[in-house]
Each structure stands twice: as C-alpha cells, then as structure tokens.
C-alpha cells in the first residue's frame, strides 16, 4: 500500500474512533488529524472535508462487493458482502448513516449503487437502461439504501444474508427480470 493511502486509512481510523464517544456533527478536522498524528494540511492534500473522507472509507468497503459483483457473482451476493462489511464497521456505519445533511453518507450511497447499477445494464446490454427501467432503479435504490440505514440504526438484527435475500425479494418485478436474464440475480 502506498505512502498517501496508509496516510488516508490514518485518518479514517481516526474519525472512526472519534464516532464512537460523539456525534459525527461535532467531530472536527483539528480533531480528526490531532487523533491521528497529522495536519490539517495533510488532511485537506487528501480529502476536501470530514464527509469526503467517511465517503472515501465507505467506497473502500463498497468496492470489494461490486468487484464480487464484477466477476459474475450474483446481486444477492453482491448485497450480502456489502452488508457484511457494513456488520463489520456498525460503529462507523451507525455514526455515518446518523448524519443525514449535505454531503450525506446516504447520498453518496446513492450515487455509487445506482452508477454502478447503469454501468452493469449498459455493459451487459450494450444500451443505457431504458426510462422505465431507469425510474424503477431509481426508485429501487432509494429504498434499497433506506432499508439498509433502517437496518444500520435499529441495531442490525436481520443476518446480512437475510437482508441480502430481502433486497432482492423486493426488487420490481421488471427490473428483477432484467437481471436475472443477465444470469446474476441470484444463485
């Protein structure tokens, strides 16, 4: 691992202790590099702020599921390694999902499922998804994230494959035919 990630992988380690004993709204940069040994400098060479960095820590977790997703895993599968990622940082989860302003965990969440969710229609179709489509991936991620900080904040007592299972479960009937003519929806 390069110098610049440990050094990002320092601060979240910071931020991720300093979410336990207090709200994320007051945690500060001057806190955050004074846990960890660094400058302000240092930390704003990396991140534009404490939000970046939760959503840089939140991509690192999230990317090893798409990957699994990538290498022809199911969706359920894929929805299971996330959510044992996110069972293994409930702390940092509970504190991040709290937060629900600008810049947002749920925000960011968001954008990268639903990025990745057209990324995977127009790679195994060769066309972007089509409107329909389209609202009912929108509509689908929306809840899909809302059901998971639900899961997060009430102390996670569904198991991740439970969950997992759930999602796709409820996923439209449409979209969830899509995906399973791609041979990826579940095993």
């Not at 004074?34 to 060479?45: D, I, P, S, V």
Request: include cysteine.
């Amino acid at each position: 691992m390069e110098r610049q990630e440990r050094t990002k992988y320092r601060m979240a380690e910071s931020i991720k202790g300093l979410m336990a004993p207090m709200p994320l709204d007051k945690i500060t940069v001057k806190d955050i590099v004074a846990e960890c040994g660094l400058t302000r400098q240092t930390f704003y060479r990396n991140f534009m702020d404490k939000f970046d960095l939760i959503n840089w820590y939140f991509d690192k977790l999230l990317i090893k599921s798409f990957e699994y997703m990538g290498q022809g895993k199911t969706v359920q599968e894929g929805l299971q390694l996330k959510f044992s990622y996110i069972g293994e940082e409930k702390e940092f989860f509970r504190a991040a999902f709290r937060y629900d302003r600008q810049n947002s965990l749920r925000e960011h969440d968001f954008q990268l499922i639903f990025r990745f969710y057209q990324d995977l229609i127009q790679l195994k179709t060769g066309a972007p998804a089509s409107d329909d489509i389209r609202f009912l991936l929108e509509m689908y991620c929306h809840g899909s994230i809302s059901m998971t900080i639900e899961w997060v904040l009430s102390g996670m007592a569904a198991s991740p494959e439970d969950l997992a299972r759930l999602m796709v479960e409820a996923m439209p009937a449409k979209l969830a035919d899509l995906f399973a003519s791609f041979g990826i929806l579940t095993e």
